[in-house]
Every structure is written in structure tokens, then in C-alpha cells.
């Protein structure tokens, strides 16, 4: 079993780029696809990250996935932030059959 | 792709509720779903999933749940459901259905429903 860990809150202004941690505890980052999930404030999340990088149609190219091997950890870049980027954001991923989250992190564009 | 939750509401601990999920917009007999549920004010967590009829329809559970939920579908209805007995205060959540894609293709989720138990 294994934890993945986000920071609580993050924050950026309008216009810059922020990155958002997600460590895995134990086991390699690798080993399994990572997702990302963005949940607005009174709605369900949606898919901004797909198999460690992936972006699905109508995502913009402003977000952006990775994996970091040497800190076991994926991380979420958004470019260009935008006030309506503000939601909370998810982390997950597969231990064997389960899915694991993360703790998610709170993003506010100020 | 759309997902569209029913079937919470108010519940006594120890009582039973069914969620369905009735899928539209993507071909229902080839998809994974699972559910996701997220208490008042916290995270996300894992509930279960239910494989394709060709793969014989297995189940997998959260250990939280894994012997009280029980995750069914009707593909012929393209629903999903959620079977919730025993339920405890601690299970007071959304609850969501998801296409679940496994990294390999995106996930896709319902709006919710939510479920409340208390005495």
C-alpha cells in the first residue's frame, strides 16, 4: 500500500505558471499511470491529466503532466493561469487493483 | 459521454440504499465503471469498480466497503449500480460514477448523488 501526497494549497497570479506535487510514498511513480482531476467549487471533478501526461480533447495546452522519477513524484503544470483555473485539484493512481487519491491540493489564482 | 447518478437520500445507520448510474454518449458493454464517493468537505476515495461481461463481470471493493457494498450492472439498460447495506455514519458522502479509462484513456464522471446517514 502506498499514500500519494499533495500540498494542502497552492497559489499563483493570473498569467503565471504554478506546479503542483504529488509524491508517492513507497513503489516507484512509474510503475503506474498517474491522473489529475480538477473539482470547481460545487461540481463534480473532470479529467485534465490522463496517463501521466495526457490531455483529453477540450483540456487546453495549458495544462500539462509529468513524472519525476528522482523525487518519486508527478507533478501538474498550469501556464497562464487563469481565475477560472481556481478549483481544487486531484492526484491518482493504481495500487495492484485499487485506486489511491491524494489528498488534493487547493488552488487559488489571486 | 454522459453519467447521470440516482437513488440517494436520508438513511438510518444500519439501513440499505441502491445508487444506479445510467450511462449514455460511449459503448456501455465495453466499460469499466467505478465509483468514487467524497465526504462533506474532503477528499476523494475509491468504492469499487465492476469489469465487462467478457471480462465476467468482477468486482473489486475498497476494504472500507468490501463486505457491505456490492457493485452490479445491466448492460442491456446501460446502468450501473451501487448496492449499499449496513450503511454507517462514516459512508455520508457524494457518491460518483465514473468510466474509469486506467490511464489509458480518459475518466469520466457523473454529477453525484448524495447520500446522507444519520439517526
Known amino acids: 500500500n502506498f499514500m500519494l501526497t499533495q500540498p494542502h494549497s497552492v497559489s499563483g497570479s493570473p498569467g503565471k505558471t504554478v506546479t503542483i506535487s504529488c509524491t508517492r510514498s513507497s513503489g516507484s511513480i512509474a510503475s503506474n499511470f498517474v491522473q489529475w482531476y480538477q473539482q470547481g467549487p460545487g461540481s463534480s471533478p473532470t479529467t485534465v491529466i490522463y496517463?501521466?501526461?495526457?490531455?483529453p480533447s477540450g483540456v487546453p495546452d495549458r495544462f500539462s503532466g509529468s513524472i519525476d522519477r528522482s523525487s518519486n513524484s508527478a507533478s501538474l503544470t498550469i501556464s497562464g493561469l487563469k481565475t477560472e483555473d481556481e478549483a481544487d485539484y486531484y492526484c491518482?493512481?493504481?495500487?495492484?487493483?485499487?485506486?489511491?487519491f491524494g489528498g488534493g491540493t487547493k488552488l487559488t489564482v489571486l | 459521454v454522459q453519467l447521470v447518478e440516482s437513488g440517494g437520500g436520508f438513511i438510518k445507520p444500519g439501513g440499505s440504499l441502491r445508487l444506479s448510474c445510467a450511462a449514455s454518449?460511449?459503448?456501455?458493454?465495453?466499460?469499466?465503471m467505478s465509483w468514487v464517493r467524497q465526504a462533506p468537505g474532503k477528499g476523494l476515495e475509491w468504492v469499487g469498480r465492476i469489469r465487462r461481461q467478457i471480462d465476467g463481470e468482477t468486482t473489486d471493493y475498497a476494504a472500507p466497503v468490501e463486505d457491505r457494498f456490492t457493485i452490479s450492472r445491466d448492460d442491456s439498460k446501460n446502468t450501473v449500480y451501487l448496492q449499499m447495506n449496513s450503511l454507517k455514519t462514516e459512508d455520508t458522502a457524494v457518491y460518483y460514477c465514473?468510466?474509469?479509462?486506467?490511464?489509458?484513456?480518459?475518466?469520466?464522471w457523473g454529477q453525484g448523488t448524495l447520500v446522507t446517514v444519520s439517526s
Open positions: 465514473t468510466q474509469e479509462g486506467l490511464g489509458i484513456s480518459p475518466d469520466y
Open positions: 491518482q493512481s493504481y495500487d495492484g487493483s485499487n485506486q489511491v
Open positions: 454518449g460511449f459503448t456501455f458493454t465495453n466499460a469499466l
Open positions: 496517463g501521466d501526461k495526457e490531455r
